[in-house]
């Protein structure tokens, strides 16, 4: 039983999720798949069990799917025989997720009124590219709380007393700090715009001579690569930027829908 419930869960997690998506799978049979106490079951919910069984890689055979949609049945007939769907917690947790649905649907229409052009698509895949450039940089970093502490490490490294590793490791206040201050190839857009301006200045193995100054605090950099970034072409990114850009519109929706409503908050002033 209690393994029915957890199944039941996630099979509304995932009916709330893909019951409104326009590749939706099509039921395969209007008949119901069973009827159980006269009440008939809707095919419909045993194309959504099967799909949540399918992608949880559990046995989604005609079987199982059936016998879910019996057992969840059944326990429902029996709760509201029992009057529990009157009590206020089980009437909070059913209008929750009625709205819950209600909301995707409303997002999924207007998703499909209001596709993405491709050329704005196109614009914003320009855009990003511009903006993340033709290189990439493997940098390493010291990151600390004040600007003098950073000035006597860049001494250090001027005496060569110890090399980067060591003192990224014993001083830096950033987490790469104990992989020696390591932060991976990454493109000048992906770092705020001090960092980013002090590492691509910067010649292949050398450091800043100067703190550079951010909103985290006091870095110093050392660039240890760079190379050509072949950045990937639009049509292997473009469902991916179509994708952000709905996400920017329903956003952007959801505020106007709040702009023209009337909320009220009990005891604030």
């Known amino acids: 039983?209690?393994?029915?419930?957890?199944?039941?869960?996630?099979?509304?997690?995932?009916?709330?999720?893909?019951?409104?998506a326009a590749d939706a799978a099509k039921p395969a049979a209007s008949q119901p798949v069973a009827i159980v106490n006269g009440v008939a079951l809707d095919p419909v919910q045993a194309?959504?069990?099967?799909?949540?069984?399918?992608?949880?890689k559990r046995p989604a055979t005609d079987e199982n799917v059936r016998n879910f949609l019996i057992d969840n049945e059944l326990m429902a007939q029996e709760a509201i025989h029992r009057g529990l769907d009157n009590t206020p917690e089980v009437k909070a947790v059913i209008e929750l997720q009625r709205k819950d649905v209600l909301g995707k649907a409303l997002i999924d229409d207007y998703i499909k009124n209001h596709p993405i052009a491709d050329e704005r698509a196109k614009a914003e895949y320009d855009k990003l590219k511009a903006k993340t450039g033709d290189m990439e940089y493997h940098p390493q970093h010291i990151l600390v709380e004040d600007e003098k502490l950073a000035k006597q490490i860049i001494v250090s490294l001027n005496g060569k007393k110890?090399?980067?590793?060591?003192?990224?490791?014993?001083?830096?206040?950033?987490?790469?700090?104990?992989?020696?201050?390591?932060?991976?190839?990454?493109a000048p857009s992906n770092v705020v715009p001090?960092?980013?301006?002090?590492?691509?200045?910067?010649?292949?193995?050398?450091?800043?001579k100067t703190p550079v100054k951010t909103q985290f605090g006091w870095h110093i950099v050392k660039?240890?690569?760079?190379?050509?970034?072949?950045?990937?072409a639009y049509d292997k990114v473009k469902g991916r930027i179509?994708?952000?850009?709905?996400?920017?519109?329903v956003r952007k929706y959801l505020s106007e829908l709040r702009a023209t409503a009337k909320i009220e908050i009990p005891g604030s002033k």
Do not use: H
């Open 242 to 249: 179509e994708s952000q850009l709905a996400q920017q519109d």
């Open 162 to 186: 110890k090399t980067f590793e060591n003192l990224a490791k014993q001083y830096s206040k950033d987490p790469t700090g104990k992989e020696g201050g390591d932060l991976g190839w990454l």
């Open 194 to 208: 001090e960092f980013s301006a002090a590492m691509v200045a910067l010649k292949k193995g050398d450091y800043s």
């Open 1 to 20: 039983m209690r393994t029915n419930k957890i199944l039941l869960l996630a099979c509304f997690a995932a009916f709330s999720q893909q019951v409104f």
């Open 223 to 232: 660039l240890l690569d760079q190379r050509k970034l072949d950045f990937p």
């Open 47 to 56: 194309d959504y069990v099967r799909m949540d069984l399918v992608q949880r």
